[in-house]
């Protein structure tokens, strides 16, 4: 699809005022959905998380190993009920319903049902209070229920009391923020930009992209050989031009003093430069706002070795973050109720309290990070290997290269394991030697 509007018709930005949170987070679910780049970083971060999942760790062994079995017996197991819950990430929150089951005196979990973020903003809604679904009691100053709306006009609603569900809004600093902080809050504005530029590069691309063709002809008219009738010479070629496909030639009648000549107006490269860069611009900031480091989805280029185990190191760190923030949601709000309505909370006299257990995560996998650092090392050796074999390089890369990878790109007297076994360099090495010492 193209735009059908100028530069000038499109708004400068999403930032001229408050957006509703309804309209938020239905742009949320579009980038989760749509955007390439926001998509991927949130499946790396899901996967990243479900992948190391773990399981319920307790003092006492046998609470831990009861609480475990009754999560492994819903629907889905843990991996589902965490998966959806990591909706948060792209909608701010996240609510879930757990479906009860009675068995021989035992209570379980069925299954858990996350309910759809956008049930929760009413989109009829005459007054702005009854808008959201998810709002403080003014007299608790806590989340005491949550209310979905139906689309359809005068649908209803249904209300769940806040115990009957879990409820994760996530990165709430706020009391107020009972609809938590999106990840794709700071990728808004990237994602509006990189659309726009987009949409109005299909634009440019259909109109100047290909070639424009002039005809430049005498004044006169020739007789149609389809229609017969007396046409302009112009016209009569723009038509026939038109109709043009590869493999088939295109002529006209002569007549006197015709001169006919054609010129194609061709647009300068420099708009394909700039739309490469800024929509790399606009990833880039993507990347940023979502606290993921390009190397790690993109080229190894971006990146040297050293910078990817720090910039790995902190990544780590922000997930770490993710995973504790989701443990403890599930620890309070479904390994809870499980044993309060199996075992009990104690606090008694002769019960001492229970205590609540923790999720015990699965540790990163940290040779992940080594192996991407290998894949790096790898890379730049097969450019060391391609600059001794007389390949052209940049100068300024080339000193990178060196600092980063002294080893490799030593002279072949200091390092010569770095040139395999020759105790002397070849033409090649002697060439690389020599290059180095000048744009050293």
């Known amino acids: 699809m193209t735009a059908d509007a100028g530069w000038e018709e499109w708004q400068p930005g999403p930032y001229k005022k408050f957006a509703p949170k309804a309209q938020l987070v239905a742009e949320y679910w579009l980038m989760r959905t749509y955007e390439p780049t926001t998509k991927r970083v949130l499946a790396l971060l899901r ?40 909706s948060a990430f792209w909608a701010g929150f996240a609510v879930a319903e757990p479906i009860w089951e009675t068995e021989a005196q035992e209570w379980w979990v069925k299954r858990v049902d996350l309910l759809h973020p956008l049930t929760f903003f009413n989109r009829n809604a005459s007054r702005p ?3 959201e679904g998810i709002q403080l009691d003014p007299k608790t100053g806590r989340v005491e229920k949550v209310r979905q709306f139906s689309s359809k006009p005068g649908g209803g609603s249904a209300e769940l009391k806040i115990e009957e569900v879990l409820y994760w809004p996530m990165f709430a600093e706020l009391r107020e923020e009972v609809l938590g902080q999106s990840l794709l809050a700071a990728a808004r504005r990237g994602w509006f930009s990189k659309t726009k530029i987009e949409n109005f590069w299909n634009t440019f691309a259909e109109k100047a992209a290909m070639p424009t063709p002039v005809f430049v002809v005498a004044p006169g008219t020739v007789k149609d050989p389809a229609t017969g009738q007396d046409v302009s010479i112009g016209k009569l070629l723009v038509d026939t031009y038109a109709k043009v496909t590869p493999g088939m030639a295109l002529s006209i009648p002569y007549v006197e003093g015709l001169e006919p000549k054609m010129l194609t107006l061709v647009p300068s490269d420099g708009a394909s430069t700039t739309f490469e860069r800024l ?13 993921t480091p390009r190397i790690v989805l993109e080229e190894p280029e971006h990146a040297s070795r050293a910078q990817t185990g720090t910039v790995l190191d902190l990544y780590y ?16 709000q479904l390994v809870g109720p499980l044993l309060e309505h199996n075992v009990g909370k104690g606090g008694g006299v002769q019960a001492p309290a229970l205590q ?14 080594t192996n991407l650092a290998q894949v790096f090392e790898t890379v730049e050796r097969g450019k060391t290997e391609g600059m001794m074999a007389g390949l052209p390089f940049v100068p300024a890369d080339e000193r990178k290269r060196r600092e980063t990878f002294p080893a490799l790109y030593a002279p072949a007297d200091q390092a010569p394991e770095a040139f395999g076994e ?19």
């Open 47 to 86: 996967t990243l998380i479900l992948n190391t999942l773990g399981e319920y760790r307790h003092p006492d062994a046998a609470i831990a190993e009861r609480v475990n079995g009754w999560l492994s017996r819903i629907e889905g197991g843990m991996q589902r009920v965490v998966g959806d819950l990591l």
């Open 356 to 369: 609540e257990g923790e999720w015990g995560w699965k540790p990163l996998q940290t040779s992940d990070m």
């Open 129 to 131: 209070e009854d808008a």
């Open 317 to 332: 760190m922000v997930i770490e973050g993710l995973r504790q923030e989701a443990g403890k949601v599930i620890v309070d």
């Open 279 to 291: 929509t790399e611009y606009w990833k880039n900031e993507l990347f940023n706002s979502m606290f």
């Open 422 to 440: 020759a105790a002397a360099p070849s033409k090649e090495q002697a060439t690389a030697k020599a290059q180095a010492a000048r744009y050293g």
